[in-house]
């Protein structure tokens, strides 16, 4: 059974790094391509970034290209997302996803429960 | 970059069956692949469907996708509605650097 465990709620003020992680069981982790989408409050889903763990091939939103780290660790079969500095903005859900189905960068069929990180001074 | 306009909701009475639509701004919607994903209160993502019209496993056949490029668009149908299909549905497709874009998402009343 295919399962991606996401790492507990956050609670961060403005300023501060955090790295969230989503990890992969039930599947060829490195084999598949793995990503996040953001939820802000009461808003719809927002594609942030997608990695390919065999080789760490990394494609970025332009909207959060230079504003969020996308990486993997195959041998763990985890995925992270970090921030070097968090702004209150950030608040939202963040949904880590794979594609075990197409081998291609192009959609999720596994979705993880969500991480909650809420920025606040 | 192109956009995916769908409407802000739909509603329709149980066992009736009910259209979302998604429309591709610029390009062809046949160009790439169109996927629906189902996000209901509290839960995250479910994916109903792949690939313009691939249901994954577990998915009823209740559900089905399909393109039209006449319209440029993408729909996906749900028939013999449940108080259960009651959610936010996206769509969601690609450009050709494989950047994804979302629908703005369209929720479903069952009433």
């Known amino acids: 059974e295919v399962q991606l465990v996401q790492s507990g709620a956050a609670v961060k003020k403005p300023g501060e790094s955090l790295k969230i992680s989503c990890k992969g069981s039930?599947?060829?982790?490195?084999?598949?391509?793995i990503g996040w989408v953001r939820q802000m409050p009461g808003k719809g889903l927002e594609w942030m970034g997608i990695?390919?763990?065999?080789?760490?091939?990394?494609r970025y939103s332009p909207s959060f290209q230079g504003q969020v780290t996308i990486s993997a660790d195959k041998s763990i079969s985890t995925a992270y997302l970090q921030w070097s500095s968090l702004k209150a903005s950030d608040t939202a859900m963040y949904y880590c996803?794979?594609?075990?189905?197409?081998?291609?960068?192009?959609?999720?069929?596994?979705w993880g429960p969500g991480t909650l990180v809420t920025v606040s001074s | 970059n192109f956009m995916l306009t769908q409407p802000h909701s739909v509603s329709e009475s149980p066992g009736k069956t009910v259209t979302i639509s998604c429309t591709r701004s610029s390009g062809s919607i046949a160009s790439n692949y169109v996927q629906w994903y189902q996000l209901r209160p509290g839960s995250s993502p479910t994916t109903v469907i792949y690939e313009d019209n691939q249901r994954p496993s577990g998915v009823p056949d209740r559900f089905s996708g399909s393109i039209d490029s006449s319209s440029n668009s993408a729909s996906l149908t749900i028939s013999g509605l449940r108080t259960e299909d009651e959610a936010e549905y996206y769509c969601q497709s690609y450009d050709i650097s494989s950047h994804w874009v979302f629908g703005g998402g369209t929720k479903l009343t069952v009433l």
């Open positions: 039930g599947y060829t982790f490195s084999s598949c391509y």
């Open positions: 996803a794979a594609n075990s189905l197409t081998g291609e960068p192009s959609m999720f069929d596994y």
């Open positions: 990695i390919y763990p065999g080789d760490s091939d990394t």
